[in-house]
């Protein structure tokens, strides 16, 4: 039987790619490693700081663009977060200079996170993390129920009329009709972003989409982590590398 080679690595980015660029960051994963509990993700000065220079050099230019709901992100990075735009809950919610739009949250999540903490309470490690506009299931600490977390997750959205989104060892039941694709479309039209160059970095399935949109509209995406079949032109291998990176092209 004939073995699939490894994906090739990926070339490393240049700074001049964020010359005339708007520039879109996944959170998870991206600019903070990936923590066992949800609530445990640290933001330390140092990103803090990152955040403000890459907000002085692009302005109205960079976005956060999460699975996350924008209240998380509020929580996490606090003040900056009303100083950058920000699209969470994979595309369904949108902030920017003081002005939101959300969709109205749909009534079945509660049920869905209802029966989600029921199983989830037989499974030692597994974790419930309700979103805006979705809940999560996470088994980071209980790796035997991906099976079980996956079909329970496609029961749920079948029976609400839900979306299914896979990511890394967590799977999540939203709102559909979004994606981070929907979200780089969406704030590309924007009369500030317009007619500059999308960059997109995530590490995620879920950040596959945004990849994909800003290869559409001319620019490029940054995988962060192992290389794998991916959409992104370019590579970095972990949080910190993208710090260290983006730390060079705003110096």
Known sequence: MSVAPDPPALAYPPFALLDFASL????????????????????DDALDALLADLARR?????????????????????????IIA?????????????NAAHPIRPASLDQVEHQMRHAAAAVPGAIVEPKSYGVALHYRLAPQYESGARALATKLAERYGLAVQD?????????????????????MRRPEMA????????????????????????????????PRATAA?????????VRRWLAGAVA
């Open 24 to 43: 879109f960051i996944d959170f998870d994963g991206t600019l903070v490693d990936v923590a066992d509990q949800p609530d445990a993700v640290v933001v």
């Open 195 to 226: 007619g500059t160059r999308p960059v997109f970095i995530g590490d995620d399935l879920t950040d596959e989409a945004g990849f994909a949109a800003a290869a559409a509209l001319g620019g490029t995406g940054i995988l962060v982590g192992q």
């Open 86 to 98: 920000l699209s969470g809950s994979h595309g369904s919610e949108y902030r920017w200079n003081g």
């Open 167 to 187: 990511g890394k060892m967590m799977v999540e039941v939203r709102v559909a009709g979004s994606d981070k694709g929907v979200a780089v479309r969406t704030l």
């Open 58 to 82: 692009h302005g109205n230019r960079i976005a956060l663009v999460s699975g996350r709901s924008i209240a998380q992100l509020d929580g996490f990075i606090g003040p900056l977060a009303h």
């Open 233 to 241: 032109g370019y590579g970095l291998p972990d949080p910190a590398a």
